[in-house]
């Protein structure tokens, strides 16, 4: 099964502002899980043998421009590697149709009984992304 590539709309909160007046770089990661979630829902829709557990091990955030309150804001999300047991997830936050910031997470199989890694399902593959757009620029 190809992975789904997401796309959500995030509504920049005036708390989510620092002294700066622009994002504060620890809510990105929030923005990032939101956006992993809605990436995971998206998989349950389409894989209906049984839920897949997982534990985040690695996060790697680049950002490129500030992110303003007043930005229309969109985070991207797919999957660029799958491996036995771990699978890469990128992210890419848009403000205004700019790429703003840039995220890498690797995720591993978790089993919640026996504490340890697990495999992820064989038949996943990574996503294709030659019919995805970036957002357009808002006016």
């Known amino acids: 099964m190809q992975l789904p590539h997401s796309r959500i709309d995030i509504q920049v909160r005036f708390s989510d502002l620092d002294m700066l007046g622009h994002v ?81 997470t690797v995720l591993v199989g978790f089993d919640r009984e026996t504490r340890s890694s697990t495999g992820l399902p064989n038949d996943w593959q990574t996503t294709d992304l030659s019919g995805v757009v970036p957002p357009s620029i808002a006016t």
């Open 24 to 104: 504060s770089n620890s809510y990105y990661a929030q923005y990032f899980d939101l956006a992993r979630v809605t990436f995971f829902r998206n998989i349950e829709k389409l894989y209906v043998r049984r839920h897949v557990q997982y534990v985040v091990a690695s996060v790697k955030m680049d950002m490129l421009r500030e992110i303003r309150f007043d930005h229309s804001v969109v985070v991207d999300t797919w999957c660029s590697k799958k491996g036995n047991k771990s699978m890469t997830i990128e992210h890419v936050i848009y403000a205004n149709g700019q790429k703003a910031t840039t995220c890498q």
